[in-house]
């Protein structure tokens, strides 16, 4: 990540006017990647470029803070999207069903 996406993440953080605001610097960041060794918090894969996830989502009330963002690979970012972590592990869930059940009950 670099200083260009941490200010576009603090300037969607402002547009959704979500409390519990609280800036952070780029070098409080690198400390968040540095303890999670640079891994997705998700998939624990080591990608070129990590991506900053909010854990409660912004477009649900989640505050752009320290204490609410991970490190996540874009492949777990983008299937999340705006889902809390239950809803997002439910929907993985159900995928995997309906997965099975196709290969179970093909012809």
């Known amino acids: 990540m670099t200083r260009k996406s941490l200010v576009q993440g ?15 610097t780029y070098e409080q960041w690198l400390d968040v ?8 918090t998700y998939c624990n ?10 854990v409660f989502p912004l477009a ?16 777990c970012n983008q299937s999340k999207h705006d889902s809390t972590l239950e ?3 439910a929907r993985k869930v159900r995928r995997a069903l ?4 196709s290969y179970l009950f093909a012809d």
């Open 10 to 24: 603090k300037r969607r953080a402002l547009k959704y006017d979500n409390p519990g605001y609280e800036a952070f």
């Open 33 to 40: 990647l540095v303890a999670c060794d640079f891994r997705c």
């Open 45 to 54: 894969s080591q990608p070129h470029r990590l991506q900053m996830d909010h």
């Open 60 to 75: 649900k009330g989640g505050p752009h803070c320290l204490s609410n963002v991970t490190p996540a690979c874009a492949r």
């Open 87 to 89: 809803e997002w592990e």
């Open 98 to 101: 309906k997965k099975r059940r």
